[in-house]
């Protein structure tokens, strides 16, 4: 690419992050910056130190959870606010609560930064809704043809029988999961299948009660407790972030089988590597067939790869007569829900 199409670019990378001249704004950067558009709550998307916060309404009880009061401003999907030069507006991902995909658009052009997204159905957050673009930014954590994603309820229904075979044997189901967004989806997806109650990590436990608060329906929990003695909790699901996996505080169950929700768990390997028990593939990303959905209903005729090995995608996309660049960073790698 030339120097002067580069400059004509509604985004660019700079030090602190993905960087919107038109509008003197940042999308998720990673280092303090006076005005920020933030994609959605995680910590690698979500950081302290911005001068203003630009994102979703449905996100605003979560990024007040993890950075404290800030100068927020907020929007509800597809509202249209000014900045700089340029019209931005947040359209639904379908990744966690309030997460959203940025819409720009400046000097006759729209570029759309996707942030983390995913297709397949969840009930704790609004579904994702393509946008046509010239440009299209998208993740690309999952890009290789192995990752498609089985039926969540199928999944869910897995985990419930689990469940029952440890009862079984007179074990405890620890499942591991990422504790924003994953958790609370694997809760309102077993709402609907069983109700029994569900005990929680305490890392756990103050997301899901951020969730209930936005109106989130998940079924009935309760928290493990931080201190006393060993305990066999025989028969009940146990959810906890993979950071529990091997800490002291796995010590209080007498028996255990311990599993991990993620979309990693496709791969068989990985589930050996982390010495889990059982896998169970949930992922709160795109998969291959949803990342060529996504471009294609885009219309983009550039796509800009990020968060990922985006080798396999672009080559494709390539294949396909699309404009194809990748953008990595360190900043970008992040661990994928």
Same mark, same amino acid.
């Given at each position: 690419?030339?120097?002067?199409?580069?400059?004509?670019?509604?985004?660019?990378?700079?030090?602190?992050? @993905?960087?919107?001249?038109?509008?003197?704004?940042?999308?998720?950067?990673?280092?303090?910056?006076?005005?920020?558009?933030?994609?959605?709550?995680? +910590?690698?998307?979500?950081?302290?130190?911005?001068?203003?916060?630009?994102?979703?309404?449905?996100?605003?009880?979560?990024?007040?959870?993890?950075?404290? !009061?800030?100068?927020?401003?907020?929007?509800?999907?597809? !509202?249209?606010?000014?900045?700089?030069?340029? %019209?931005?507006?947040?359209?639904?991902? +379908?990744?966690?609560?309030?997460?959203?995909?940025?819409?720009?658009?400046?000097?006759?052009?729209?570029?759309? =930064?996707?942030?983390?997204?995913?297709?397949?159905?969840?009930?704790?957050?609004?579904?994702?809704?393509?946008?046509?673009?010239?440009?299209? =930014?998208? !993740?690309?954590?999952?890009? /290789?043809?192995?990752? &498609?994603?089985?039926?969540?309820?199928?999944?869910?229904?897995?985990?419930?029988?689990?469940? @029952?075979?440890?009862?079984?044997?007179?074990?405890?189901?620890?499942?591991?999961?990422?504790?924003?967004?994953?958790?609370?989806?694997?809760?309102?997806?077993?709402?609907?299948?069983?109700?029994?109650?569900?005990? @929680?990590?305490?890392?756990?436990?103050?997301?899901?009660? =951020?969730?209930?608060?936005?109106?989130?329906?998940?079924?009935?929990?309760?928290?493990?407790?931080?201190?006393?003695?060993?305990?066999?909790?025989?028969?009940?699901?146990?959810?906890?972030?993979?950071?529990?996996?091997?800490?002291?505080?796995?010590?209080?169950?007498?028996?255990?089988?311990?599993?991990?929700?993620?979309?990693?768990?496709?791969?068989?390997?990985?589930?050996?590597? &982390?010495?889990?028990?059982?896998?169970?593939?949930? %992922?709160?990303?795109?998969?291959?067939?949803? /990342? /060529?959905?996504?471009?294609?209903?885009?219309?983009?005729?550039?796509?800009?790869?990020?968060?990922?090995?985006?080798?396999? /995608?672009?080559?494709? @996309?390539?294949?396909?007569?699309?404009?194809?660049?990748?953008?990595?960073?360190?900043?970008?790698?992040?661990?994928?829900?």
């Amino acid at each position: 690419m030339s120097a002067d199409a580069a400059r004509d670019d509604l985004i660019v990378v700079r030090p602190e992050g @993905l960087y919107c001249p038109h509008g003197k704004f940042y999308v998720d950067p990673w280092r303090p910056v006076p005005r920020a558009v933030i994609t959605h709550g995680h +910590g690698d998307h979500a950081r302290h130190g911005m001068g203003e916060y630009h994102g979703t309404r449905d996100g605003l009880p979560i990024l007040r959870w993890r950075l404290g !009061e800030q100068d927020y401003r907020s929007y509800d999907y597809a !509202e249209v606010f000014a900045l700089g030069d340029a %019209s931005v507006s947040l359209h639904p991902a +379908g990744h966690v609560l309030g997460s959203a995909q940025v819409r720009i658009e400046a000097g006759g052009r729209v570029w759309v =930064v996707s942030g983390d997204y995913k297709r397949q159905h969840d009930p704790t957050c609004a579904p994702f809704r393509p946008q046509r673009c010239d440009v299209f =930014v998208t !993740e690309s954590t999952f890009a /290789l043809p192995i990752y &498609r994603w089985p039926d969540t309820a199928e999944v869910v229904a897995e985990i419930v029988q689990w469940r @029952l075979d440890c009862a079984a044997r007179g074990e405890a189901a620890v499942l591991f999961c990422y504790a924003l967004g994953k958790a609370q989806r694997l809760l309102a997806e077993l709402a609907r299948i069983d109700p029994r109650r569900v005990w @929680l990590h305490g890392a756990i436990a103050a997301g899901v009660e =951020v969730y209930r608060r936005a109106g989130i329906a998940m079924v009935e929990t309760a928290h493990v407790a931080e201190q006393g003695g060993r305990d066999d909790y025989a028969g009940e699901l146990v959810l906890a972030p993979p950071s529990a996996a091997g800490s002291a505080w796995m010590r209080r169950f007498r028996r255990v089988q311990t599993g991990f929700a993620s979309g990693w768990m496709r791969v068989r390997g990985n589930r050996r590597r &982390r010495n889990i028990d059982r896998g169970f593939v949930v %992922s709160d990303h795109a998969d291959w067939p949803a /990342l /060529l959905r996504s471009v294609e209903d885009s219309g983009a005729g550039r796509v800009i790869a990020t968060h990922g090995r985006s080798d396999a /995608l672009l080559r494709s @996309l390539a294949e396909r007569g699309l404009r194809t660049e990748a953008w990595r960073s360190a900043e970008f790698e992040s661990p994928a829900t």
